[in-house]
């Protein structure tokens, strides 16, 4: 499929984090924009320190217009609780793209569908956005489509690793996605591992699991 070229957008204007979402809701940059039920830009108290991008909106997603309510972002939700010992109403929660990808089945249902490249470089501008007026300490990175567009290589080569990027001292969480790991012992295996990581990295740093802590409290989590 041909995906018009859009010119570039320019965010840096922006001073809020809800400006941005309400830009996002207007946003029909992309195909994606315009088969979409709702945008899902994001979700969560900003500032924050640990921002969580997954590949894009599901089908609960879309109806609606909120992060991760799905079946895997349920069990990514209850995970965190359980063996990140992480609040989820702590973190900020998004995608690389803010609408639905689907493909039509020849049954007429609607499947989802891993985002054309266009569509994620079209919207990679809201990310980035996000992601300096949020100012995550560490970045969740979901899965596989993320982990290639915002690390540059597979998830299945540092699912479970920290990596650190020195220039703009922010931690990156590699993490297997949870629908996945649903579907493999062995990816499930590394979703768990990847979690139990997280834990171990809040535990190192404790500032940032205290912090965390607190903006869930003030946002009434
Ligand atoms: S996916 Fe992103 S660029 Fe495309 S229409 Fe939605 S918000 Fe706009």
């Known amino acids: 499929m041909i995906t018009a070229v859009?010119?570039?957008?320019?965010l840096h204007n922006l001073q809020t984090i809800g400006e941005l979402e309400a830009a996002v809701h207007v946003c029909r940059r992309c195909r994606l924009g315009k088969a979409?039920?709702?945008?899902?830009?994001?979700?969560?108290?900003a500032p924050c320190d640990i921002?969580?991008?997954?590949?894009?909106?599901?089908e609960a997603e879309d109806k609606q217009g909120?992060?991760?309510v799905g079946r895997s972002g349920r069990l990514l939700r209850e995970k965190l609780v359980e063996l990140g010992q992480l609040d989820p109403g702590a973190i900020y929660w998004t995608n690389m793209v803010k609408c639905r990808s689907f493909a039509i089945e020849p049954s007429g249902k609607k499947k989802d569908d891993p985002p054309h490249p266009d569509c994620i470089r079209i919207c990679r501008p809201y990310l980035d956005a996000q992601i300096r007026l949020v100012a995550p300490?560490?970045?969740?990175?979901?899965?596989?489509?993320?982990?290639?567009?915002?690390?540059?290589?597979?998830?299945?080569?540092?699912?479970?690793?920290?990596v650190y990027d020195q220039v703009i001292k922010r931690y990156y969480l590699p993490l297997i996605h949870p629908a996945a790991a649903v579907c493999s012992e062995d990816y499930m295996d590394m979703f768990l591992g990847g979690m139990r990581g997280i834990r171990y990295f809040l535990d190192v740093?404790?500032?940032?699991?205290?912090?965390?802590?607190?903006?869930?409290?003030?946002a009434g989590a």
């Open 6 to 10: 859009a010119a570039p957008l320019n």
């Open 205 to 218: 740093h404790p500032e940032i699991r205290r912090e965390a802590a607190a903006y869930a409290v003030a």
């Open 51 to 58: 921002l969580l991008v997954g590949e894009g909106p599901g």
């Open 36 to 45: 979409r039920s709702c945008a899902v830009p994001g979700d969560g108290p």
């Open 66 to 68: 909120v992060s991760f």
């Open 137 to 162: 300490r560490a970045v969740v990175v979901v899965g596989s489509t993320a982990c290639t567009h915002l690390l540059g290589r597979p998830i299945a080569q540092c699912a479970g690793s920290l």
